[in-house]
């Protein structure tokens, strides 16, 4: 049974991001709809030619990183290409940080304020990470 899920993204810490590409990456190529909202301090990773590291909270994000387990961009990524999932980010975010539309990833969306997102994804369950 598919169903909607709603994601936002606004911590930058290596575990939560992760979750929610599992989770997102998971749920999309399992038939569900996914959509993805990235603010705060998530959406800084999603920049091309950006090299920052989310930092670990704790011991599984360093375990993460040393077991090469796939990254949280990569399993957004396959979520988008390979499921129904659409990746929003945050148009005041983008604004603070100065980040141009044509500086995402290529299978981030347009961007969308924060009140066009609840209005457009009001329906389905909503998770916060």
Partial sequence: MATKFN????????ENLQMAAMFAATAAVSGSAVSVF?????????????HL???????IGQLMEIK???SF???FRQAAELGDAKLYPCSMAMEVLGIPDDQLYD?????LGLTKYLSDFHDGHVMTF
């Fill in 7 to 14: 994601i936002i993204c606004i911590s930058g810490l290596r």
């Fill in 38 to 50: 990235l603010s705060m301090n998530a959406l800084r990773y999603f920049v091309k030619d950006n």
């Fill in 53 to 59: 590291s989310a930092p670990s909270e704790g011991e």
């Fill in 68 to 70: 090469n387990v796939p």
């Fill in 73 to 75: 961009q990569d399993l």
């Fill in 107 to 111: 299978h981030i969306e347009k961007p």
